[in-house]
């Protein structure tokens, strides 16, 4: 039974309402226009509270039919019964919704209960039914060529045992004539003499296809095993070179060694990140108040090829229906795949596409390509649109001015540039007039404090300390090797609070997103340290792996943190994003996956290499 039955349009205004209880609803329809409707979302169905809430669109009125009954009821007559009553209430008010004369009174009571009442005893005949067997199509007869039931003459069917046939050893191994039966052979028989002979020569053959025995020279008495021995290099060193060798504290030496920085980038990255450039594209004009010269030029453009060329073939008076579109989408989702969008990311992209444009009537001068292009970029603007805004400088400001530092950390799995990303940022905050200390709490990786400390000394070379009071704006804040990370940072950002740091900027190892203990240990130093900002590192390279990464460490945070609330990943940091061109999917996957944003995005390797994601970038690409 159903408990809520509405009708509304997309602007709000309910044009009729059904309800067999005294429950409110309002927040469970609000909840499914936010969660659902609005981030467009292709899924018909939402849960709330109990309820199973589900909704039709009708894309050529703009209104929205929903329904809302017990999930416990399992009613299998829903879709049918939606799709039914929204024909009768368009077929029943197609004037009035045309002219949008909503301020009417609707009179759709015995509509509703007549359409309703078929649709449940067609739910009841449909459980009656038994299981219907399945087509020739599906059966795996089917899927036989004509070509492997054909019998030809002469071949045997397989399966089949082979007579014995009687073996002529005269014809196979040795190619020995067949001996001539002598004349005292009886009925084909050999005589014993012919036997003898064969024997002889057989005997013979084999004997000169041995090998001679080659004698091995005896041992040298006097030569004795020699002891395995270490293996000497040209510029090995001995154990006389370890104290030179040794870096993980700092020496006078390295106070004069003397940097030669490139002073050209200073002061290109004040203020906010700036976009990743657009490209020109071609398929872009400007309108034209004469409708032939823009078709002809779309004719032109979906002759040239392109993703949209596969949509010149809808057009017509008629409305559009999902098997008008179902070729077209699939070839859309196959070019969204071949641009590293996830499977079935791809799938709910062509299914939000198509619940747009069902319902819509494409005329004969009606550009198709345009209304495609400008539907599948509303989708994809929403999707690369965070749930939140993450503006890093004006929360560093906003936590200067409380006389607290800043917290961020980077996590992520082995070789994803953490390090050389985080060094970016740090350059990015330094040139915004930002004090930062830089927690080394990679104590596993050989090599990663120092790599570290050499990013601090550069930095520290671009923005000498005279400048801001003989204070140094980089700082290292290290503890050597095998310690515990979550002890470091929690040192490091009390460090911070008292030298009066404006920003805090936590390096952590690489760990796979399989390794629980490492997991573990990294949900231990965000559960203790509570950072402002933890933000996933992940490579645009490796495509789909990263968006198992990201889901893998999302999990991992929330399963191993004893909280009700525990502290997921805030932002994304993508890197290696100019080795890709324009396979740009692994960005849609990640923020649709997690529905958090890509704060930053590595495209080289000098400091002033980072980028703010565009969202006119990722789409102009993934149209190509």
């Known amino acids: 039974m159903l408990d809520l039955f509405t009708i509304f349009s997309k602007g709000g205004i309910v044009l009729w309402c059904f309800q067999s209880t005294s429950q409110i609803f309002t927040s469970s329809v609000n909840a499914l226009i936010q969660n659902v409707i609005l981030q467009e979302r292709p899924s018909n169905t939402y849960e709330d509270k109990g309820l199973l809430l589900q909704y039709k669109l009708d894309n050529e009125f703009d209104l929205v039919f929903v329904v809302a009954y017990q999930k416990i009821l399992q009613l299998s007559y829903v879709d049918k019964f939606l799709n039914d009553i929204q024909l009768e209430f368009r077929d029943k008010y197609k004037n009035e919704l045309a002219d949008k004369r909503y301020y009417q009174d609707f009179h759709f009571s015995q509509v509703f209960k007549n359409v309703l009442q078929r649709a449940e005893e067609w739910g009841k005949l449909q459980a009656k039914l038994p299981k219907q067997m399945r087509t020739f199509d599906e059966s795996a007869k ?95 060193g001995t154990s006389k070179d370890l104290q030179n060798l040794e870096r993980t504290v700092d020496r006078p030496e390295d106070a004069k060694s003397h940097f030669t920085p490139d002073t050209e980038i200073v002061g290109q990255m004040q203020g906010g990140i700036k976009d990743l450039e657009v490209e020109s594209s071609d398929e872009e004009y400007e309108e034209d108040d004469n409708l032939e010269e ?8 979906s002759s040239r090829g392109g993703m949209f060329s596969i949509f010149k073939g809808l057009v017509g008076s008629k409305n559009l229906t999902l098997s008008d579109m179902q070729p077209v989408l699939e070839k859309m989702r196959e070019h969204l795949i071949a641009k590293n969008v996830a499977s079935d990311i791809a799938s ?64 992520g799995v082995n070789g994803v540039g953490k390090s050389t990303n985080l060094s970016k940022i740090c350059f990015w905050l330094i040139e915004n007039d930002l004090r930062v200390l830089i927690a080394a709490c990679d104590t596993f990786r050989a090599g990663a404090v120092e790599q570290l400390r050499t990013h601090m000394r550069h930095l520290n070379a671009l923005h000498p300390s005279e400048r801001h009071r003989g204070r140094v704006m980089v700082e290292l804040y290290e503890k050597g090797y095998g310690k515990d990370a979550a002890g470091i940072a929690m040192e490091a950002i009390k460090f911070a609070r008292d030298s009066k740091f404006d920003v805090v900027l936590v390096d952590t190892a690489g760990r796979m997103q399989d390794n629980e203990p490492l997991m573990r240990a990294l949900t231990k130093l965000i559960k ?59 960005a849609i996957s990640m923020t649709y996956i997690t529905g958090q944003p890509i704060v930053f995005v590595g495209t080289g390797q000098t400091y002033t290499d980072l980028k703010a994601l565009n969202v006119k970038a990722v789409v102009h690409s993934l149209m190509k």
Request: aromatic share 4%; hydrophobic share 35%.
């Open 348 to 411: 709910k992209l062509c299914d939000s596409v198509a619940s747009k444009l069902e319902g819509k009537v494409l005329g004969t001068f009606d550009s198709v390509a345009s209304i495609v292009k400008n539907t599948l970029t509303e989708s994809l603007v929403q999707i690369l649109s965070p749930n939140r805004r993450v503006d890093i400088l004006r929360d560093c400001l906003e936590a200067k001015r409380n006389n607290r530092p800043f917290v961020m950390t980077f996590c």
């Open 528 to 586: 203790v340290n509570e950072p402002d900002l933890v933000l996933f590192v992940g490579e645009a390279l490796v495509g789909n792996e990263a968006v198992d990464q990201l889901v893998k460490f999302n999990q991992a945070l929330a399963d191993y943190s004893s909280t009700s609330n525990p502290h997921l990943i805030d932002g994304i940091v993508l890197t290696k994003f100019d080795t890709i061109d324009d396979k740009v999917g692994a």
């Open 294 to 301: 823009l078709v002809q030029e779309e004719t032109k453009k």
């Open 142 to 236: 089917s899927k036989k060529t004509v070509a492997s039931m054909i019998e030809r003459k002469g071949e045997e069917k397989p399966g089949k045992k082979d007579k014995k046939k009687e073996v002529n050893f005269a014809n196979e191994g040795l190619n020995i004539k067949a001996p001539s039966l002598s004349p005292n052979s009886q009925n084909g028989v050999l005589d014993n003499d012919t036997l003898a002979a064969n024997r002889a020569k057989f005997a013979q053959k084999m004997a000169q296809k041995k090998k001679p025995d080659i004698k091995k020279s005896p041992k040298s008495p006097t030569q004795e095993r020699a002891g395995k021995k270490p293996r000497i290099w040209d510029l090995g």
